[in-house]
């Protein structure tokens, strides 16, 4: 069984910065692409950044200059930098894996259940 676990939310002040981490654990061969997406209130879950497991970044228009993905394959951990943040960025912040457990085995989309991240003065 494949796991992943967010941490690094909280409450932070407008221009303020955050480190979020998501670390995979269990049955795993190897993770290919790695995200994150956010979920504001009242509103669907959106990409923010991903990055492939050779290392290259994508990143949503509103966050670029700001946010920065990076990964550990090592530890099988993503992490998501948010410097400069702004109210609207107050969100559910959600880790997604794509997995595959096996040798023969397709990879498989795994999803962590969130983090919140609160930007107010």
């Known amino acids: 069984q494949v796991q992943l676990v967010e941490s690094g939310g909280g409450l932070v002040q407008p221009g303020g910065s955050l480190r979020l981490s998501c670390a995979a654990s269990?049955?795993?061969?190897?993770?290919?692409?790695m995200a994150w997406y956010h979920q504001a209130p009242g509103k669907g879950r959106e990409l923010v950044a991903a990055?492939?497991?050779?290392?290259?970044?994508n990143y949503a228009d509103s966050v670029k200059g700001r946010f920065t993905i990076s990964r550990d394959n090592a530890k099988n951990t993503v992490y998501l930098q948010m410097n400069s943040l702004k109210p609207e960025d107050t969100a559910v912040y959600y880790c997604n894996a794509h997995i595959s457990i096996a040798p023969d085995y397709d990879d498989m989309d795994y999803w962590g259940k969130g983090t919140l991240v609160t930007v107010s003065s």
């Open positions: 269990g049955s795993i061969f190897s993770i290919n692409a």
């Open positions: 990055i492939t497991s050779g290392g290259r970044t």
